[in-house]
């Protein structure tokens, strides 16, 4: 198992090389502090539509240097997709392994019992480009490797999905997410949580005999 700090200390440990389907290869790492310019580029650069589904403080340098000051400071792990040989960051993948008591409750609602022992949130963005081309496909068998590494058996969604943005809810279906329940966001609107559990699944009790 890995701490923040380790990793933090040693990015290596969670960087992969990755090829995309018919573009440029893209190189999956933790954030570090040397990334402030090119976050606040990628935070500036993206529409209105993924600002809507991906809600950030800010899309600017000031948030940009947040995210790169909370390395290893609080319970975020926040990982980045770098074009090569571009350098351009082109997707940010952030952990929590903190759970907040509303996710607490609502998922209490569903009959599952969240714990910080088992259970991590996670939540994608890709630039605009990258979106809907099987980038955060390629990236999923390294979010589950990344959700084990840190010691935790089950991922939910950062904040839920928002019932008006089929990609994403399409792309957790295809990538394992059950629908867990409904919930109505402060503005009125609808949202999903979904979980991802990859414990292995039991066997049927009539195949052990
Ligand atoms: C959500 C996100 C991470 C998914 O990554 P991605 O690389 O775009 O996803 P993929 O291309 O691997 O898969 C998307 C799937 O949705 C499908 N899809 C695309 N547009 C769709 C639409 N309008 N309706 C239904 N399905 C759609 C694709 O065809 C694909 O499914 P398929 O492989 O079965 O054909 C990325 O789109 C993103 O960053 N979106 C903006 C921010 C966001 O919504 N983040 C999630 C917040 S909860």
């Given at each position: 198992m890995l701490t923040l700090t380790e990793i933090a200390e040693n990015p290596l440990y969670l960087t992969r090389r990755l090829k995309t389907h018919g573009g440029p290869d893209v190189i999956f790492r933790p954030l570090t502090h040397a990334d402030t310019g090119h976050l606040a580029g990628f935070l500036a650069a993206l529409s209105p539509e993924s600002r809507r589904f991906s809600t950030f403080d800010g899309y600017d340098l000031a948030t940009a240097r947040e995210l790169c000051d909370a390395i290893a400071r609080y319970d975020k792990l926040r990982l980045v997709l770098e074009e090569a040989?571009?350098?351009?960051?082109?997707g940010l993948l952030e952990f929590s392994l903190d759970l907040t008591p509303e996710d607490i409750a609502r998922y209490r609602d569903a009959g599952i019992h969240l714990a910080e022992t088992t259970d991590c949130r996670f939540g994608p963005t890709l630039a605009d480009d990258y979106q809907g081309r099987g980038v955060g496909t390629l990236v999923s068998p390294l979010i589950t490797e990344v959700t084990r590494l840190l010691g935790r058996t089950r991922i939910i969604l950062w904040g839920g999905v928002r019932a008006d943005n089929p990609r994403a809810i399409r792309y957790y279906e295809k990538n394992g997410f059950q629908p867990v329940g409904r919930f109505t966001e402060a503005d009125g609107s609808l949202s999903l949580d979904m979980m991802l559990d990859l414990r292995p699944v039991p066997e049927p009790a009539g195949l052990l005999t």
């Open positions: 040989p571009s350098s351009r960051i082109v």
